[in-house]
């Protein structure tokens, strides 16, 4: 089972910059594709940015540009960098591993804590 611990959230304006960390913990194949996932109030949660061991990065159509997702397959860390924040990225960060690019949000079996990330106007 993935264990994740989560870091970096906070709050800035838009136009701000933040940058989550995530240490996972696991089974190897279980930590093939490592990602950011967001919940805001009210809504589902939705997949951010993903990058697998091999460094192929895929990322929501809103993040594009934005966002930057990376990883060091020693550590086991992921990492998101996030600039030109607005405030419909505000919702709480998490961070998860999955074995393959097929695992959805209803896949994962436990979530860490997240890190919440607030964006005022």
């Known amino acids: 089972q993935v264990q994740v611990v989560e870091s970096g959230g906070g709050s800035v304006q838009a136009g701000g910059s933040l940058r989550l960390s995530c240490t996972a913990s696991?089974?190897?194949?279980?930590?093939?594709?490592m990602g950011w996932y967001r919940q805001a109030p009210a809504k589902q949660r939705e997949v951010v940015a993903r990058?697998?061991?091999?460094?192929?990065?895929k990322y929501t159509d809103s993040v594009k540009g934005r966002f930057t997702i990376s990883r060091d397959n020693a550590k086991n860390t992921v990492a998101l960098q996030m600039n030109s924040l607005k405030p419909e990225d505000t919702a709480i960060y998490y961070c998860?591993?999955?074995?393959?690019?097929?695992?959805?949000?209803?896949?994962?079996?436990?979530w860490g804590q997240g890190t919440q990330v607030t964006v005022s106007s």
């Open positions: 696991g089974n190897i194949f279980s930590l093939n594709v």
């Open positions: 990058i697998n061991r091999g460094g192929i990065i």
């Open positions: 998860n591993a999955a074995p393959n690019w097929d695992w959805g949000v209803n896949d994962f079996r436990s």
